[in-house]
């Protein structure tokens, strides 16, 4: 399997009025086709900006993306012209966003939302674009799909109205589906219907996708190798397998601690990650994770470590104290 | 036999509920809004007469008549004559005509395109939408009937001159609060998402943004309906606007309110009392609407 997408030193940034917020700040990662990859990290982090500058839809002239490479299929996607890179969206690279109640037009009907991507993109005819509608409703699980297709996204519920979102993001048969929290506005039980279901169809369909998302429960699930963001960089990547039996970033067992676990005995409190993310625009000299970390050492503060690979060539983490990390020094300790 | 209408109506179950939900919409809107119902209906009455006003109006609006020159009202002239002898109430029919297609072509077109605008300046941002809003501001700085008066002078006075001329500095003001409402659905993630779906510019604005902003635009197309028959009819009125023989309510006015004010007050009393109702009625629709389709707009 080929490299689908891969991501070379991609920086954006905005300009606000409290200075340049650098929202991603050179991060390199990929995606190889039919891989599930997911881009996890806090709010703010620079997670959604990554999927935003994939599809250029950074909200400019606030928003620029300064440098790097974003070489899909092997066209560099920041060459494109703005023509180009609008048979790109929705044809080759679909997007799933957060929001199912509010990424649905409220004032057209389900059936016309579906169809008019197939209609612009590939070009079908009215009755073959609904043919297809009804079939897209039927493999993302919506029944009865001739009369909900004349229906208004009100009339849907918010796990179908996802549903038909991932139905829309599908629609012109896309080689990545980019998927920002796509199950975040829905509850529980329904998250792991949607997460299935996406699963299971880019599998069956062999799209490749990229997941972004706050919740390491999907990650351990859904993806195959995960990139951990913290203040616009890439602070660790590994196979999702491997993130959670061995993470060497004081960031990712900071996460991985923070979150509720079935497999051990309960413990009375979770560990958060203690302090704020830091300002944007204003990032320290050294690691930015310096403030918050319980391993931290004088070398952090002043030199930022790179990402570095640790023993499997697929492990790598940008952390001066990997070893420290590795043997599991207890944070809490650490910090007293 | 009774039996078999009931039958039918039962089967034809799709039909139903559509109907009877415009139906309620409408039996809601006159129960909640008796006055804006009332308006509705003069409104109504106002269309059917302009429609019918050949059938209906008892001489012909044009026709000069010497022999009954500035007759009182009388069972022969309803409303009496002018100087001419043409009856007042035939030419107060067919006048409606013109009140109506201007005041409905232009505050239809001004409002269209005042959507468009602010639509498009909305979903643009930045640099367009400073630029448009700035020359909107200055339309908006002369009141609309000096604009008006300016435009008619300059294009001339036929009817689709007139109604452009009333319909151009109506436009910012439509512009500006369609903009208002698009701005907030600009940040919607729908239209993001239609960004994300390759769709071009001009279909996001026409086909996914412009459909969301239909409660303001009816708003602005009655409250604009109103002002637009008045501006009618004071261009009329200062004789910039229809011209003789052209039956219409401001010219009318403007005939009889110099020289015959109290030798044939009829003349001027009538045009008078039926402009003041148009826009009165449509203000009032104008007004109902708006309450009962955006409450939150009610304050502005």
């Known amino acids: ?336 | 036999m009774a039996v078999n209408p009931a039958i039918e109506r039962v089967t034809d179950l799709e039909e139903v509920p559509r109907r009877s939900r415009g139906q309620a919409a409408v039996a809601d809107f006159c129960r909640r809004r008796p006055l804006g119902a009332i308006a509705a209906a003069a409104i109504l009455l106002m269309v059917a007469v302009a429609l019918a006003a050949p059938l209906i109006a008892p001489y012909d609006p044009v026709a000069v008549n010497f022999g009954a020159m500035l007759d009182a009202p009388s069972a022969a002239h309803w409303l009496g004559t002018d100087s001419f002898g043409r009856d007042v109430l035939s030419r107060l029919i067919h006048g409606s005509r013109t009140a109506l297609l201007v005041g409905f072509g232009s505050s239809i077109l001004s409002a269209t395109l005042g959507a468009l605008l602010g639509v498009a300046s909305a979903y643009f941002g930045g640099r367009v939408d400073l630029y448009l809003q700035r020359v909107m501001d200055i339309f908006l700085s002369f009141p609309l009937i000096i604009l008006a008066l300016a435009l008619v002078t300059i294009l001339g006075n036929a009817l689709p001159n007139l109604i452009t001329a009333i319909m151009i500095p109506m436009i910012p003001r439509c512009a500006l609060v369609i903009r208002s409402s698009a701005l907030s659905i600009r940040e919607m993630p729908y239209v993001d998402a239609a960004r994300a779906a390759g769709f071009g510019h001009g279909r996001i604005i026409l086909r996914h943004m412009l459909p969301n902003v239909m409660a303001p635009y009816l708003i602005m197309v009655t409250a604009f309906l109103g002002q637009a028959i008045l501006l009618e009819a004071s261009l009329s009125f200062l004789g910039l606007g229809v011209q003789e023989p052209i039956p219409a309510w401001g010219l009318m006015l403007r005939g009889a309110a110099v020289e015959f004010a109290e030798a044939a007050p009829w003349m001027a009393i009538f045009p008078g009392l039926a402009i003041s109702l148009a826009v009165f009625a449509f203000n009032l629709f104008g007004d109902s609407l708006r309450d009962a389709l955006d409450p939150r707009l009610r304050t502005q």
């Open chain 1, 1 to 336: 399997m080929g490299t689908l997408l891969s991501v070379e030193g991609l920086v954006t940034q905005f300009i606000t009025s409290s200075g340049v917020v650098r929202a991603v700040d050179g991060v390199t990662w990929d995606v190889e086709e039919g891989e599930t990859v997911a881009l996890v990290g806090e709010s703010g982090c620079g997670k959604s900006v990554s999927a935003l500058s994939i599809m250029r839809l950074v909200a400019e002239p606030a928003g620029r993306i300064v440098a790097g490479r974003i070489l899909f299929k092997g066209r560099d996607l920041l060459q494109l012209s703005e023509e180009g890179m609008r048979r790109v969206r929705g044809r080759e690279i679909g997007m799933v966003f957060q929001e199912p109640m509010t990424s649905l037009n409220p004032v057209l009907t389900i059936g016309r939302q579906l169809t008019e991507g197939l209609e612009i993109h590939l070009g079908m005819s009215p009755t073959d674009a609904r043919a297809r509608a009804v079939e897209l409703l039927g493999l993302v699980g919506i029944p009865d799909a001739a009369r909900r297709l004349r229906q208004y996204p009100h009339q849907f519920s918010g796990g179908m109205r996802q549903r038909m979102v991932i139905a829309m993001a599908l629609a012109c048969e896309p080689s990545l589906v980019l998927a920002d929290e796509p199950t975040t506005a829905l509850d529980v039980t329904i998250q792991a219907q949607i997460l299935e279901l996406m699963k299971s169809l880019s599998r069956r369909l062999g799209v490749a996708m990229l997941i972004i998302t706050h919740n390491l429960g999907v990650v351990a699930r859904y993806a195959d190798r995960v990139n951990v963001m913290y203040a616009g960089r890439i602070i660790e990547r590994a196979s999702a397998r491997e993130l959670y039996a061995h993470p060497r970033h004081p960031y990712t067992l900071g996460l991985l601690r923070s979150v509720p676990r079935l497999d051990e005995p309960i413990r009375a409190r979770l560990d958060p990650i203690e302090g704020q993310p830091p300002d944007l625009t204003r990032l320290p000299r050294g690691c930015a994770f310096v403030p918050r970390c319980a391993f931290r050492t004088d070398r952090c503060i002043v030199e930022r470590p790179d990402l570095r690979p640790l023993n499997g060539a697929e492990h790598v983490a940008a952390c001066w104290e990997v070893e420290r990390v590795a043997v599991g020094g207890c944070p809490k300790v650490a910090m007293a």
